[in-house]
């Protein structure tokens, strides 16, 4: 079975998907549309298929058996649902909306159509993520601490909150999804956030300089993550967890650990960019989805943390209960 597959969104995250997807032996890539003309073009040139500028057309005109969703965070939501419409399978990269109620029809419309969807949370199917999940397995966890600083993206879109959510929503999230993954369900969130001095470097900067939450799980575990576009010249994420016996941090392609045995380290050797797409198309080819670590009605729980994150600073640090959000 050969899966007729279409881009939409072809620029920057895109491409690591096509590179992943031309090596399928199960793909056929068709059909590329973005709203810039050339860029999808040239993905058509260099992958094989057909060039649009207009998803709706390109959906009408292609026998298409599956998407891949690349665009960013506002434009979501009428191409998910004319997929939908179309019964046709979605890989979606992160976030999934700028907040739960646009992401609300969306998740209804896809479990109604029965599709396979994943979204791109690509830690979920890095080898060194799922050996500290194991590791951490039987542990009584404390303390979590995520961050994800660096400087700005270059495209427009990032630094507009109604267009990308903030930096919360559109890249710590990888951050508060990984803690999800490792540690469990949030139930509650108390943010801060601050602005002062990128709103004078760009006037329509409206989204934080840098922003913390702290949360509280399920489990019992409390934990603060950070977030800071500030530094030009310098940047960094992780996630550590703490618990009484052990301690593992997640830092770039490395796992480290300090325990009863003593310290350790291992390198990331399967990268989740190649599994997750490999696991998009076994789960259409086979029917099993058991290795979809991360579908749409997943994804709209770690949207439900960011949009909480948000809601709180917005309102002074007050306390925002997740259930709340998706109820």
């Given at each position: 079975m050969s899966v007729r597959m279409g881009f939409i969104g072809t620029g920057g995250i895109a491409q690591r998907h096509l590179k992943s997807m031309r090596n399928n032996p199960d793909v056929e890539l068709v059909a590329y549309c973005d709203i810039e003309l050339p860029k999808a073009q040239q993905a058509a040139e260099e992958y094989g298929g057909r060039a649009y500028n207009?998803?709706?057309?390109?959906?009408?005109?292609?026998?298409?058996?599956?998407?891949?969703?690349?665009?960013?965070?506002?434009?979501?939501?009428?191409?998910?649902?004319?997929?939908?419409e179309r019964g046709l399978h979605m890989l979606i990269e992160k976030p999934v909306a700028l907040d739960v109620a646009m992401a609300r029809p969306i998740l209804e419309a896809i479990e109604a159509a029965g599709i396979v969807s994943l979204v791109a949370y690509k830690y979920r199917w890095d080898d060194h993520v799922h050996k500290a999940r194991e590791m951490l397995r039987d542990q009584t966890i404390g303390l979590v601490f995520g961050n994800f600083?660096?400087?700005?993206?270059?495209?427009?879109?990032?630094?507009?909150?109604?267009?990308?959510?903030?930096?919360?929503?559109?890249?710590?999230?990888?951050?508060?999804?990984?803690?999800?993954?490792?540690?469990?369900?949030?139930?509650?969130?108390?943010?801060?956030?601050?602005?002062?001095?990128?709103?004078?470097?760009?006037?329509?900067?409206?989204?934080?300089?840098?922003?913390?939450?702290?949360?509280?799980?399920?489990?019992?575990?409390?934990?603060?993550?950070?977030?800071?576009?500030?530094?030009?010249?310098?940047?960094?994420?992780?996630?550590?967890?703490?618990?009484?016996?052990?301690?593992?941090?997640?830092?770039?392609?490395?796992?480290?650990?300090?325990?009863?045995?003593?310290?350790?380290?291992?390198?990331?050797?399967?990268?989740?960019?190649?599994?997750?797409?490999?696991?998009?198309?076994?789960?259409?080819?086979?029917?099993?989805?058991a290795q979809i670590y991360s579908d749409y009605a997943d994804a709209v729980k770690t949207l439900a943390v960011t949009e909480a994150t948000n809601r709180s600073i917005e309102n002074g640090g007050a306390v925002v209960e997740i259930a709340d959000l998706l109820a």
């Open positions: 207009d998803f709706a057309a390109m959906l009408d005109k292609e026998d298409l058996a599956a998407v891949v969703i690349c665009t960013p965070p506002f434009a979501h939501g009428d191409i998910e649902l004319a997929a939908c600083w660096g400087r700005m993206p270059g495209v427009a879109w990032w630094r507009v909150k109604a267009e990308s959510g903030g930096q919360t929503v559109e890249q710590t999230t990888h951050i508060f999804d990984m803690a999800r993954f490792m540690v469990g369900e949030v139930t509650r969130v108390q943010a801060f956030g601050t602005l002062q001095v990128m709103n004078t470097v760009y006037p329509d900067f409206d989204i934080w300089d840098a922003a913390t939450a702290n949360l509280e799980f399920a489990n019992g575990a409390v934990g603060t993550i950070s977030s800071t576009c500030l530094s030009q010249h310098w940047g960094q994420s992780s996630l550590r967890v703490i618990g009484h016996e052990l301690t593992v941090g997640i830092m770039g392609d490395t796992l480290s650990w300090a325990g009863e045995d003593g310290p350790g380290e291992y390198t990331k050797q399967v990268d989740g960019y190649v599994e997750e797409s490999r696991v998009f198309v076994d789960a259409i080819v086979t029917g099993d989805r």
